[in-house]
């Protein structure tokens, strides 16, 4: 069992930067693929950035160039650095750990760009 906790959404003006961390608990992370995902009212959730285990990353075309997924294994710990945020940025952001067939979420930190 692995145990997520989001922080550091919040509310920022266009242009500004935040970044995010996936506390994590009850396992260690080395060997899940880690993710951050998220949800904006009234859409489904979407894959914003994933990173192997490995150290290998992948974003969404929408946020290539301006966000950035980390790692940390020996703090436990996965950012997602955002820079450049626009409107279009704000939601729900979820972190996600994968293993085989587990499958882990946190309950999520919102982010709300507006000026």
Known sequence: QVQLVESGGGLVQPGGSLRLSC?????SLSFYAMGWYRQAPGKQRE???TITSGG?????DSVKGRFTISRANAENTVYLRMNS???EDTAVYYCNAVRGTARYWGQGTRVTVSS
Request: glycine share 6%.
């Open 23 to 27: 506390a994590a608990s009850g396992n």
């Open 47 to 49: 894959l914003v950035a």
């Open 56 to 60: 290998y990353t992948n974003y969404a």
């Open 85 to 87: 945020l626009k409107p």
